[in-house]
């Protein structure tokens, strides 16, 4: 029987977890299609085989978020005026604040409902994923993880398709002072993020140099921070000739100086060390085998420490995780990325 994804499949034979060393590690983060509606593989175990197939490509944040579970069907109809303002009432409440502190962008912030419900409606996947999220909300019949595991997937597709809506009105580059909401702006943000996360490299630097005059010293580590992220993923990853570790280095560098706190910059910079180390690395292994003795500035410590901060910041449950839905679901993505099951870190690469 085949899955939605071409890289794991189910075979009849009885399942024996020892026959998949990794099983263990991505359990958590794949479902399988099934006769009956939406099984998790944890659920199938004791009937089927599961075998992995990884694919030897850098995957894209749709392809990651793809194998946390089956797309939804497509609504019948288009939602209900009660619906809508169901949807707007959630994106104001859940999804605007978390959007906005992570992108740092105040378009997500959108004074007026009216505006968002015409975006919204200029993207029918979006208004189509929300309103498949709210069915499965309501249809949830309890808070234990078994019951929780396909509305989280499709909460974490929700917020990923949410975050790309100024691409829908993005309009060209407002020169050298773009506001704080500008659609430009925040829209190569995203570009940027899922750079970070896809593992791959920008042809060019989207976003405004930080050279602008009379802007507050807030305003000016922001772009600062952004524009050396956009300026790390322009280096040659693959290389470990010294030129090109001290490039990535002084980027890195220059983005650990202006974390200024701030938990969305916290995160990103956790994950550019999760990006740059996995390449000679396997995160998790690492965090288990790091020596106690090692200096803060050695490599291995601190890409343990990056992965105990992205792993906890992912976590929706036990106290810990994120501030907001938004930074967990896209600190979840980076952890698949990098850690487990590690599609894109560069020792899985390596050995594909």
């Known amino acids: 029987m085949s899955s939605p994804n071409p890289w794991f499949?189910?075979?009849?034979?009885?399942a024996r977890e020892t026959t998949s060393p990794t099983l263990g590690s991505l359990k958590a983060y794949f479902y399988?299609?099934?006769?009956?509606?939406?099984?998790?593989?944890?659920?199938?175990?004791?009937?089927?085989?599961?075998?992995?197939?990884?694919?030897?490509?850098?995957?894209?944040i749709d392809e990651l978020l793809a194998l946390g579970g089956m797309a939804p069907p497509t609504p019948s109809s288009p939602p209900s005026p009660e619906t809508l303002d169901e949807i707007t009432k959630l994106y104001y409440e859940l999804y605007?604040?978390?959007?906005?502190?992570?992108f740092e962008?105040?378009?997500y912030e959108l004074k007026e409902s009216s505006a968002f419900n015409s975006i919204l409606h200029r993207n029918q996947p979006t208004l189509a994923?929300?309103?498949?999220?709210?069915?499965t909300i309501s249809e949830v019949k309890s808070t234990h993880p078994r019951d929780l595991n396909y509305s989280s997937h499709l909460e974490s597709s929700l917020i990923w398709a949410l975050a790309r809506l100024p691409g829908c009105v993005a309009r060209p580059s407002e020169g050298v002072s773009p506001s704080e909401g500008s659609p430009f702006e925040v829209t190569s943000r995203v570009q940027v993020f899922?750079?970070?996360?896809?593992?791959e490299t920008l042809s060019?630097?989207?976003?405004?140099?930080?050279?602008?005059?009379?802007?507050?010293?807030?305003?000016?580590?922001?772009?600062?921070?952004?524009?050396?992220l956009a300026e790390y993923l322009q280096q040659r990853h693959s290389s470990a000739s010294p030129a090109d570790v001290a490039a990535r280095e002084f980027h890195l560098g220059h983005l650990r100086s202006r974390l200024d706190g701030k938990e969305n910059r916290d995160v990103l910079y956790s994950v550019a060390i999760l990006r740059e180390y996995t390449a000679r690395w396997d995160a998790a292994t690492n965090e288990q085998t790091v020596p106690s003795h090692l200096e803060e500035s050695d490599p291995r410590c601190k890409l343990a420490v990056a992965t105990r901060f992205v792993r906890d910041e992912a976590a929706s449950s036990g106290g810990t995780g994120g501030t907001t839905n938004v930074v967990r679901r896209l600190a979840d993505v980076a952890y698949r990325s990098f850690v487990r099951p590690g599609l894109n870190s560069g020792s899985r690469l390596r050995r594909s």
């Open 9 to 14: 499949y189910l075979s009849d034979s009885p």
């Open 32 to 60: 399988v299609s099934h006769p009956s509606g939406r099984v998790t593989t944890s659920s199938i175990l004791s009937s089927h085989q599961l075998t992995i197939v990884f694919p030897a490509k850098k995957m894209k």
């Open 96 to 102: 605007m604040r978390g959007l906005a502190l992570f």
């Open 105 to 107: 962008s105040k378009w």
């Open 129 to 135: 994923l929300f309103t498949s999220f709210l069915q």
């Open 194 to 199: 899922e750079t970070l996360v896809s593992g």
């Open 204 to 228: 060019h630097n989207p976003l405004t140099p930080p050279t602008i005059e009379n802007i507050s010293t807030a305003r000016q580590h922001e772009l600062e921070f952004w524009y050396h």
